[in-house]
């Protein structure tokens, strides 16, 4: 069975300055980009700083949040799933105000 949701993802930028992580949020599937950037309006900052201490936590201390938004992925029986980054609403990127 093929499912389509829209979620919430964050690119985190390790201390190295070289290597990314992208980190979607599955506990928070929305049916619509709209539905997902209402909640993402409501609650950025706590979204924002989460994130973040989850990047620190799972990966490495020093992580920054180098871009966060919604996007739309297309799940697939075997629980894999396929994340095009042309899909990719950005509401927050390091150094834009968005």
Not at 49 to 69: A, C, R
């Amino acid at each position: 069975m093929i499912k389509v949701v829209v979620v919430l993802y964050a690119i985190l930028l390790f201390p190295d300055g070289v290597r990314e992580q992208q980190v979607i949020s599955w506990n928070l599937p929305f049916q619509s980009y709209e539905h997902c950037q209402i909640f993402y309006n409501q609650n950025h900052k706590n979204l924002k700083d989460g994130v973040i201490v989850h990047g620190n936590n799972q990966y490495e201390k020093g992580m920054t949040l180098t871009e966060m938004g919604c996007t739309k992925v297309i799940l697939n029986g075997d629980d894999k799933f396929k994340d095009d980054p042309n899909n990719r609403v950005a509401h927050y990127q390091l150094g834009h105000a968005t």
